[in-house]
Structure formats: C-alpha cells, structure tokens
C-alpha cells in the first residue's frame, strides 16, 4: 500500500461527505498519484465502516464495469466490486428521490441470491450456480461522487464502485430454470424502450462475476456469506435519469422490476 491509515480515512471521509451533501469532487488519484489497488478498497472498505459504525445494515454486494463495452472504454479486463447498505434498497416499484444524487444513471442487472457461502479462489460458474437460491431482476443506481462522472479505476474503487440506489424485484428463478447467457433484457424509460441486450454481456456469464468477486475475496481471506444479495453488473451502459423519470426493468422469463424517480 502507498497510503498511510490516516490518508484512507481522510479519503474516505471526503468521499462520503460528498455523497451525503450531494455535491461532487475530482477523482481522487489527483490528489494522491501513488495510491494502488490495495488503498482504493482500503478507501472503500473504511466507507462501509463508517456506514456500518452509523448504524446501517450490509444489503449486499455488487460487480461493477462488467460489461464488455464498459471495460473496453476504460481499458480494464477485470470487473470492480463494491457494497450496498440498508439505505440503498429501493422498494419494488418504490420512488427515489432525486434530490438526493448528483447525477444518477441506471443499469439492468440480474441479482443473485445465495443459499450457501461462496469461497476463492477457484470459485467458477459451476460452483456459483450449484450456491444460488435464485436469480431475479435487479435496477442498479449509479451516481458517481466524482464530477461528470470522470474517473480512473483506483477512485472509482475508493468511490464503493459509485453505488447509489438498487431495486430488485419481478420472480425469483432456480439459476437451473434459466440460461442466463442468452437470457434477454429490456430496460424502459418512460415506458420507451432505451437498453437492449443479453447475460452473456456480463462478462460471459452473469455467474461469473460473482466468481470473480468470490475470488477476489478469497485472495483476503473473506467469503460471500450465505443468504447475500450481488447485482451481478450492469448488461448495457447505463442511461441517464432525472426526476419525473420511471425506469422498468424485463427480463426475459423472470419478471419486471421498477422504479421511479421523483
Ligand atoms: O456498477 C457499475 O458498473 C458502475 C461501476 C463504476 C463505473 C461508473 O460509475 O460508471
Ligand atoms: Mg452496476
């Protein structure tokens, strides 16, 4: 690591003001050049820390930059991982209120929930799906804390992946019910249909990138507990939202999920 404890927090606590102020800021690797990978999740891990410390709940975990198009664009060839708290979780069909974001988009996603503990390294598909309970349709919102969302792939980690908001819903499905490959999404906007595309967009296989996040864990040490939540990554690029706006969610043999932007 290149940043010392005291530097993380600050980080930390910059990040967060920004997101609980609904302001934004420059990326931090400006500020702070040197810092690597291990400091970005440092950064992020002392996010949920001081969630955690302020009473609010874990809700689940995310992959983010999943999509072949997102990484192409940023010149990655691994997804990002981050958290979602209690406060994240948008009832089905609920309301965000958009006054609290800087300048949310949204992505279609697929959730899975798991029924037993994933732990890496060699975690793969197989072992993925074999741990599912189910899979169902999931509506991430992103808000970077940094401004017109420009960014590099340290802060972006340290910015918890810029996790907002997340709405799951529609109907649950046995991961043995359904080819999440070539399972096809439509995601609306007010009621016209703006993304397009399929769960072989996610890194091949949505279940894939819970491997990739179970293994990165695993390099640490940690497991995904038993029961958690992940939004396996966004299918498309995100789109756009503004109040007034309501974003529906069809997957293809699993339901709808939506919300609403007020
Ligand atoms: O969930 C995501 O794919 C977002 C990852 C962070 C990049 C972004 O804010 O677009
Ligand atoms: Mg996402």
């Known amino acids: 690591m290149a940043l010392n404890a005291d530097t993380i927090a600050a980080?930390?606590?910059?990040?967060?003001?920004?997101?609980?102020?609904?302001?934004?800021?420059?990326?931090?690797?400006d500020d702070f050049p040197e810092m690597d990978f291990q400091d970005a999740y440092a950064v992020q891990a002392e996010l949920l820390r001081r969630k955690l410390a302020r009473g609010r709940k874990l809700a689940g975990l995310k992959a983010g930059l999943t999509s072949f198009a997102k990484m192409k664009q940023m010149g990655v060839t691994s997804p990002?991982?981050?958290?979602?708290?209690?406060?994240?979780?948008?009832p089905h069909?609920?309301?965000?209120?958009?006054?609290?974001?800087?300048?949310?988009?949204?992505?279609p996603?697929?959730?899975?929930?798991?029924?037993?503990?994933?732990?890496?390294?060699?975690?793969?598909?197989?072992?993925?799906?074999?741990?599912?309970?189910?899979?169902?349709?999931?509506?991430?919102?992103?808000?970077?804390?940094?401004?017109?969302?420009?960014?590099?792939?340290?802060s972006v980690i340290a910015d918890n992946t810029s996790a907002a908001r997340f709405v799951v819903g529609g109907q649950p499905l046995r991961p043995s019910g359904i080819d999440l490959r070539t399972v096809g999404i439509v995601m609306e906007k007010n009621g016209e249909p703006v993304a397009f595309g399929a769960g072989a967009a996610v890194v091949g296989h949505p279940a894939t990138a819970i491997a990739m996040l179970a293994n990165q864990?695993?390099?640490?040490?940690?497991s995904i507990p038993a029961g958690t939540l992940i939004l396996?990554?966004?299918?498309?690029?995100?789109?756009?939202?503004?109040?007034?706006d309501h974003v529906a969610l069809h997957v293809q043999g699993m339901?709808?999920?939506?919300?609403r932007f007020v």
């Open 255 to 259: 339901g709808s999920t939506s919300l």
């Open 109 to 154: 996603e697929i959730a899975f929930v798991l029924k037993k503990a994933l732990t890496g390294p060699g975690c793969h598909i197989g072992a993925v799906l074999e741990a599912t309970e189910f899979v169902l349709p999931g509506i991430e919102v992103i808000d970077s804390r940094y401004r017109d969302f420009k960014f590099d792939l340290k």
């Open 232 to 244: 396996s990554g966004g299918i498309t690029e995100a789109v756009s939202v503004a109040a007034g």
């Open 11 to 29: 980080l930390a606590e910059r990040l967060e003001a920004c997101q609980l102020e609904v302001r934004d800021t420059h990326k931090i690797t």
């Open 80 to 90: 990002v991982f981050g958290f979602m708290t209690d406060d994240y979780l948008v």
């Open 217 to 222: 864990l695993g390099a640490r040490g940690e």
């Open 93 to 107: 069909g609920g309301e965000v209120t958009t006054a609290e974001l800087i300048h949310p988009k949204v992505e």
